[in-house]
Antibody, heavy 121, light 109 residues
Framework: EVQLVESGGGLVQPGGSLRLSCAAS????????MNWVRQAPGKGLEWVSY????????YYADSVKGRFTISRDNAKNSLYLQMNSLRAEDTAVYYC??????????????WGQGTLVTVSS | EIVMTQSPATLSVSPGERATLSCRAS??????LAWYQQKPGQAPRLLIY???TRATGIPARFSGSGSGTEFTLTISSLQSEDFAVYYC???????????FGGGTKVEIK
């Protein structure tokens, strides 16, 4: 059974940092591209970042570029999101999402349960 | 950036009735469109990709159609477990950007 379990969320002050983790199991993690998607309270979904299976290709949404860093450790079946210079508008549930691995389609077939990040003084 | 607009924001439907949800793209996304279902307190679930292909395990009462800028998700006969928020997502201009619509909440009438 595919499982994605996020951790690391919490309350942080504006300008602060936080590192999110996503532990993957039930599939060959090193074969899949991975993403972070977030959802502000009561709002819709926003794609945040992508990393290829090897980690060699990375993309970010403009809203987080230069502040967030995605990474992965295939030996540990883990995905990470280092978040720096946090702003109030970064407050959201952050989901780890697996790419469906379909040619020509960047869609998300498995999601974690999410971890809440609250940026407030 | 491609903007995805979903309508209506809220759809009130009785169990057993048909629900039709719309998603419009600000420019053509070909058939590079997916639909997700999200229930309160849960992560989204993939329903449809390629505008009309059901994901694994998705019941046949869910169907998607459209191409270019206009898309529709149809739930042929609403079951109690179908009351949720539905999001469309385009992946045509990937990389580097993916965008979601604002969602349609399907509620019990």
């Amino acid at each position: 059974e595919v499982q994605l379990v996020e951790s690391g969320g919490g309350l942080v002050q504006p300008g602060g940092s936080l590192r999110l983790s996503c532990a993957a199991s039930g599939f060959t993690f090193s074969s899949y591209e991975m993403n972070w998607v977030r959802q502000a309270p009561g709002k819709g979904l926003e794609w945040v970042s992508y990393i290829s299976s090897s980690g060699s290709t990375i993309y970010y949404a403009d809203s987080v570029k230069g502040r967030f860093t995605i990474s992965r450790d295939n030996a540990k079946n883990s995905l990470y999101l280092q978040m720096n210079s946090l702003r109030a508008e970064d407050t959201a549930v952050y989901y780890c999402a697996r790419d469906a691995n379909l040619v020509g389609a960047t869609i998300f077939d498995y999601w974690g349960q999410g971890t809440l990040v609250t940026v407030s003084s | 950036e491609i903007v995805m607009t979903q309508s209506p924001a809220t759809l009130s439907v009785s169990p057993g009735e048909r629900a039709t949800l719309s998603c419009r793209a600000s420019q053509s996304v070909s058939s590079n469109l997916a639909w997700y279902q999200q229930k309160p307190g849960q992560a989204p679930r993939l329903l449809i990709y390629g505008a009309s292909t059901r994901a694994t395990g998705i019941p046949a009462r869910f169907s998607g159609s459209g191409s270019g800028t206009e898309f529709t998700l149809t739930i042929s006969s609403l079951q109690s477990e179908d009351f949720a928020v539905y999001y469309c997502q385009q992946y045509n201009n990937w990389p580097p950007a993916l965008t979601f619509g604002g969602g349609t909440k399907v509620e019990i009438k």
